[in-house]
C-alpha cells in the first residue's frame, strides 16, 4: 500500500532568535528552498549576550563545509580561534590534570581504541606515559600549536578534526544574516499568546496590536522560557534528570565576565576546578571569554579574583534537565527549551545541531506524523542521555573533598552511566553511543585522566603479543611527537585570518590561573619535609596547606610552608597526639610538654617547615582563636588587655637546642583606621618608616578593592628586638595581584632583585591572600612575609 505525500509548500515558524533559532533557520531555509517552504524567525530585538563564547567540535566544522560558508569569514566575523582539545586542570583532584582532545587518539589496531593497548601496559607498571601523549590534538595543544601546517594543511584539516572558540553574538549575527540571505522572513517581535486548534496543534501565533503568523510545523527555540513547548502546550520542564549535580539545585549558578587575551591563542577551552566550583575560560581572538560557576553567592567574588567584572545580578541559577516529550504535536523544542546538561564538556552546540540534522531527517511531509514524533524522540532522548552521561561523568569521577563536589560525587549516576562504567571497570571496554559527540575515546581520555583504570585490559587487545604491541605503543607516540612539531604555531594561524594580537595586549594566558602544584610534593624534597606530611598524614584528617616567601637581607626565601589541624584532628587525646608528632620532629621536652598542656584549650594546631639559608627549621603553633573571635564580635567583656592568640616554637632538627618562642597577641584594633593608628604607635620599635608605610599601603588597598575587613597580630620574643605586625587578610576576599605592586616595591626596599620578586609573585597572583607579616626580626633586621594559597587537603 503507497501512502500518499503532501508535497505542497508548507510554512515553518521558529520562535527564539539566538543560537538555536539562527542555526536552524540558516540550516533548514537552503535544504528546503526546492519544496518552495517557507520559514519565519519570530524573535525580539537582538540583545548582547555579555561577551559569552560558544565551544564547537569537529561536527560544526563539517557542517560548515557542507554549506559551503567560507571558514577565515566566519572566524573574522566570530572572533574564532581554533579548538583542539579541552583542558581539566584541577578538576578530580587538586594538582592533577589532563587532556581530553578532539578526534581519535592515534590509529586502531586490530579495529580498538590504543587505549586497550596502553592500558595494558599502565595496569602492568610499564612507562607507558599518559594516555593523551598519544592523541595528535593533545600534544598540538599542550604545544600551543594549531591543526595545520605552516602552509595551512594537515591531516587533520583534511578530516575537519578540529572545531573553534566563536564569539557567541558574532557567531548569531552570522547565521541570522545567512538566513536572511537564503530568504527566511525574520519577525521581530514576541508571543503573546498561542492559538491552537480543536485537536490540540498550535495554528498561529499572536504577537499583539492584531499581528498573527500562521504555521504548519513550529520549532520552540525560546531557551529556558519553553514559550511554545512549555507556557504553550504545557509540557513540563524536568529538573531531576540530572546533570554535573544531580537533580536541578538553584544553590548553584553561573556567570559570565570576559577576561584580557591569551596573547599565544592557545588552543583549547581551559576548566579549572575551584573548591567553591568551576572556571571555564574560552580563547577568543579579542579576548578570554569565561564563566564561572560556584556555590550560590560566591560566582561573583571568584569573578572579582580573577581580575574580571562580576555582577552578582547577572549570576543565574545552574540549570539541567529535560523535557519528556520534546516534539508535541506540531511542536518541536531545539536548544534549551528541549534539553540542558549544564556548561561542561561543550556540548551545548552539538545538541542543537543534532536536533536540527535529526529533524531534516524526520520533516513531516503530511499525515501520518505520529510515528515521526516518535521516531524524532527516540532519536533525540539517546542524544540527550549521551549528553547528561558525559556530564555527570565529570562529577562522579572527582576526589576533590570541597562541598561541591561532594555533592556532585554523591548525585545519583544515570542507570546507562552506571551500566557502562560497571562494564569498563569489569572488561576494560566501553559502550559509546554511536555518533555521540563524547565516544569511547573520550570516555577512556576522562577515565584515565581521573586515574580510574579497569581491573583489566579489554580481552582482545590483553591476547596480543605483549613485545609487538609495546613497540607499537612507542612508535606511535614517537610519530605523535614528530608530527605536533611540525605543525605551525596557533598564533600564526591565526594571525593571517585575525591580524597579530595588539602589541600591549594584557596577557591573560589560561596557565596563569591554575592552581599551584601540589605543594606537599616540595615538601617531600628534603628529608625534614617528607617528615613533617608523614606525621601530617598518618592522621587521616583533614588539614589545610599554606604557602609563604620571605624578603630580607635582600634575599628571598620561598619554600616555606604552614599546615594547619583543628585540635579535633588530634583525636580523644590532643595533647598525647601533639607530643607525640613534636617529638618525631625534634621538639625540645620542655617545650614540647608545655604545648602539649596548651593544645587541650586551644583551637589549632599549625605545622610549618620552611628550608633556608640557615637550614631547616621546624614551627609549631598553638593558636586559641576563639576567644579573640567572641571578643571582635561582641567586645571586652573586661579591660582591653591584649589577648593571646598564638604562641610559637620554632627549631632546627639538626641542633640540640631549645626553640625560640614567639607569642602574637591581638592588641584591640578592628578598623583599618584603628589598626592604621596602632601601627603608627609601634612605628619606631617595628622597622622605622618602611615597615610602617607598608602596612599603611596594604591597608588602603583593603579599603579599596576588599569585601571584608583585616585583622591585626603583634608579634614579640623576649629577649630580642623581634616585633612584626601581621595583617590577616583573609576576609578581604583579595587576592595576591592585589598587593602585587606594593608588595614587589617593598620586596625591592629589602634588596632583593626586581626579576626575582616579580617571578615569585606573579607565580601566586592568583592565590587568596592569608598574611602579611612586615617588621624587624630576631636578627634585627627588617623582613616582609607573605602568606597565600592556603587550600584544604
Known amino acids: 500500500m503507497t501512502l500518499p505525500v503532501d508535497d505542497s509548500p508548507r510554512r515553518i515558524v521558529i520562535v527564539g532568535g539566538g543560537l538555536a533559532g539562527a542555526l536552524a533557520a540558516a540550516i533548514l531555509k537552503p535544504i528546503l528552498r526546492r519544496a518552495r517552504w517557507r520559514v519565519t524567525v519570530v524573535a525580539p530585538r537582538p540583545r548582547r549576550s555579555g561577551g559569552a563564547a560558544v565551544v564547537a567540535g569537529p561536527d560544526f566544522t563539517r557542517l560548515l563545509r557542507r554549506a559551503g560558508i567560507e571558514e577565515a569569514a566566519l572566524m573574522r566575523r566570530c572572533a574564532a580561534t581554533y579548538r583542539l582539545a579541552s583542558r581539566f586542570e584541577n578538576w578530580f583532584a587538586a594538582g592533577t590534570g589532563h587532556w581530553l582532545p578532539l578526534g581519535p587518539c592515534g590509529p586502531r589496531p586490530n579495529g580498538l581504541d590504543l587505549f586497550h593497548f596502553w592500558v595494558r601496559d599502565a595496569l602492568a607498571g610499564a612507562a607507558a606515559g599518559d594516555y593523551g601523549d598519544y592523541a595528535l590534538n593533545a600534544r598540538l595543544a599542550a604545544l600551543g600549536r594549531g591543526p595545520g601546517g605552516a602552509d595551512g594543511g594537515s591531516s587533520i584539516v583534511e578530516a575537519g578534526d578540529y572545531g573553534y572558540h566563536l564569539d557567541r553574538d558574532g557567531l548569531v549575527g552570522f547565521l541570522r544574516d545567512l538566513a536572511r540571505s537564503e530568504g527566511v522572513a525574520w519577525t521581530e517581535g514576541r508571543v503573546r499568546a498561542v492559538r491552537r486548534d480543536g485537536q490540540g496543534a498550535v495554528r498561529a501565533l499572536d504577537l499583539g496590536e492584531g499581528n498573527s503568523i500562521a504555521g504548519d510545523l513550529f520549532l520552540d527555540c525560546s531557551g529556558a522560557a519553553g514559550i511554545l513547548i512549555g507556557e504553550g502546550l504545557g509540557e513540563a520542564w524536568d529538573g531531576r534528570w540530572g546533570g554535573i549535580l544531580g537533580p536541578e539545585t538553584p544553590d548553584h549558578e553561573s556567570l559570565g565576565l570576559s577576561l584580557p587575551a591569551d596573547p599565544a591563542w592557545t588552543p583549547a577551552t581551559w576548566y579549572e576546578g575551584t573548591p567553591s566550583g568551576w572556571i571555564e575560560r574560552i580563547p577568543l581572538a579579542d579576548r578570554t571569554a569565561c564563566r564561572v560557576v560556584a556555590r550560590r553567592g560566591e560566582a561573583s567574588a571568584a569573578a572579582r579574583a580573577l581580575g574580571g567584572e562580576g555582577d552578582a545580578a547577572s549570576a543565574r541559577p545552574l540549570r539541567s534537565g529535560c523535557r519528556a516529550v520534546i516534539w508535541r504535536e506540531n511542536v518541536v523544542a531545539l536548544g534549551a527549551a528541549a534539553c540542558e546538561v549544564g556548561p561542561v564538556a561543550g556540548l551545548g552546540l552539538h545538541l542543537i545541531q543534532r536536533a536540527i540534522e535529526s529533524l531534516v531527517d524526520l520533516l513531516p511531509r503530511g499525515a501520518p506524523e505520529e510515528p515521526l514524533r516518535r521516531a524524532y524522540g527516540a532519536r533525540m532522548a539517546l542524544v540527550h542521555e549521551a549528553a547528561r552521561d558525559a556530564v555527570a561523568l565529570h562529577g562522579r569521577l572527582g576526589r576533590r573533598p570541597e562541598p561541591f563536589w561532594a555533592e556532585a560525587r554523591a548525585a545519583a549516576v544515570p542507570d546507562s552511566l552506571a551500566d557502562r562504567l560497571a562494564l569498563y571497570e ?16 573520550a570516555y577512556f581520555h576522562t577515565l584515565a585522566g581521573a586515574g580510574c583504570l579497569p581491573r583489566r585490559a579489554f580481552a582482545p587487545a590483553d591476547l596480543a603479543n605483549r613485545h609487538e604491541s609495546r613497540r607499537f605503543l612507542e612508535a606511535v607516540r614517537e610519530r605523535t611527537e ?38 606537599l610534593a616540595v615538601l617531600r624534597r628534603s628529608a625534614p619535609g617528607a617528615r613533617l606530611v608523614d606525621m601530617v598524614a598518618s592522621l587521616r584528617q583533614p588539614f589545610g596547606c599554606e604557602r609563604s616567601i620571605k624578603a630580607a637581607r635582600g634575599a628571598l626565601q620561598a619554600d616555606r610552608f604552614l599546615l594547619s589541624l583543628h585540635r579535633t584532628a588530634l583525636g580523644l587525646d590532643p595533647g598525647r597526639t601533639l607530643a607525640r608528632i613534636a617529638a618525631g620532629l625534634g621538639l625540645a621536652d620542655a617545650a614540647r610538654a608545655e604545648a602539649a598542656a596548651a593544645i587541650a584549650g586551644a583551637d589549632i594546631l599549625h605545622l610549618g617547615f620552611e628550608d633556608g639559608p640557615g637550614g631547616p627549621l621546624y614551627k609549631l603553633y598553638v593558636e586559641w582563636s576563639a576567644e579573640a573571635d567572641r571578643r571582635w564580635q561582641h567586645g571586652p567583656a573586661g579591660p582591653g588587655e591584649p589577648i593571646l592568640v598564638h604562641r610559637a616554637y620554632k627549631w632546627s632538627p639538626l641542633a640540640r637546642a631549645e626553640p625560640v618562642v614567639t607569642f602574637y597577641h591581638w592588641p584591640g584594633p578592628r578598623s583599618p583606621d584603628e589598626i592604621a593608628r596602632r601601627l603608627a604607635q609601634v612605628a619606631e620599635k617595628a622597622g622605622g618608616p618602611f615597615v610602617v608605610g607598608l602596612g599603611h599601603a596594604i591597608l588602603a588597598a583593603v579599603r579599596a578593592q576588599g569585601d571584608g575587613p583585616p585583622h591585626y597580630l603583634e608579634a614579640r620574643e623576649e629577649p630580642g628586638p623581634r616585633l612584626s605586625y ?7 576576599g583579595l587576592t595576591v595581584a592585589a598587593l602585587e605592586d606594593i608588595l614587589t616595591r617593598a620586596f625591592a626596599a629589602l634588596g632583593v632583585p626586581a626579576e626575582e620578586a616579580g617571578r615569585a609573585l606573579a607565580a601566586r597572583r592568583g592565590e587568596r591572600l592569608g598574611h602579611v607579616a612586615a617588621g624587624l626580626g630576631r636578627d634585627g633586621q627588617p623582613f616582609v612575609t607573605l602568606y597565600s594559597g592556603v587550600r584544604a587537603r
Not at 426 to 441: S, Y
Not at 726 to 732: G, H, I, K, S, V
Open 482 to 519: 614528530r608530527l605536533a612539531g611540525a605543525m605551525a604555531p596557533q598564533a600564526a594561524l591565526l594571525a593571517r585570518i585575525h591580524g597579530p594580537l595588539p602589541e600591549g595586549a594584557v596577557s591573560a594566558t589560561l596557565r596563569t590561573a591554575r592552581e599551584p602544584a601540589d605543594p
Open 726 to 732: 601581621d595583617l590577616n587578610l583573609y576576609a578581604t
Open 426 to 441: 569489569a572488561a576494560g571496554c566501553i559502550e559509546a553511543p554511536a555518533g555521540a559527540a563524547f565516544d569511547e575515546t
